[in-house]
């Protein structure tokens, strides 16, 4: 009887359709990989710090990734209060820098050169 069982549910493993998971895949700096910035991150730096180099690897003509507040807050999952401090961290560990260009809309520089 469990033999059935098994074979059953090998037989609808095998018809039932389940969609495969899609992976961005982009380039990183090869130093960034070895060396410890990226452990001592904060999870919501971490989460940012990736956004931005895919956004980054995405366009390599713009020097600039320009983001309003709420895009990066929706983008990223984290509540905007969060996004300075996790700014703060990227720009202090020297993988990013930004300006503020207006009070909702930030321009990012990823370091390529990290």
Same mark, same amino acid.
Do not use: C
């Given at each position: /009887?469990?033999?059935?069982?098994?074979?059953?549910a090998?037989?609808?493993?095998?018809?039932?359709?389940?969609?495969?998971?899609?992976?961005r895949v982009f380039?990183?700096p090869?130093?960034? /990989?070895?060396?410890?910035?990226?452990?001592?991150l904060s999870?919501?730096?971490l989460? /940012?710090?990736v956004f931005?180099?895919?956004?980054?690897?995405?366009?390599?003509a713009?020097?600039?990734?320009?983001?309003?507040?709420?895009?990066?807050?929706?983008?990223?999952?984290?509540p905007a209060i969060?996004?300075?401090?996790?700014r703060?961290?990227?720009?202090?560990a020297?993988?990013i820098d930004?300006?503020?260009?207006?009070?909702?809309?930030?321009?990012y520089?990823?370091?390529?050169d990290?």
């Amino acid at each position: /009887m469990n033999e059935s069982r098994i074979e059953l549910a090998h037989d609808v493993a095998e018809t039932s359709f389940v969609p495969k998971p899609r992976f961005r895949v982009f380039n990183l700096p090869k130093k960034i /990989m070895f060396d410890d910035r990226l452990k001592t991150l904060s999870h919501n730096a971490l989460k /940012m710090y990736v956004f931005l180099a895919y956004k980054d690897y995405r366009k390599p003509a713009q020097t600039q990734v320009s983001l309003a507040e709420w895009e990066a807050a929706k983008n990223l999952g984290i509540p905007a209060i969060d996004l300075p401090g996790a700014r703060q961290e990227l720009k202090d560990a020297g993988l990013i820098d930004f300006k503020r260009r207006s009070k909702y809309d930030v321009s990012y520089l990823v370091a390529k050169d990290v």
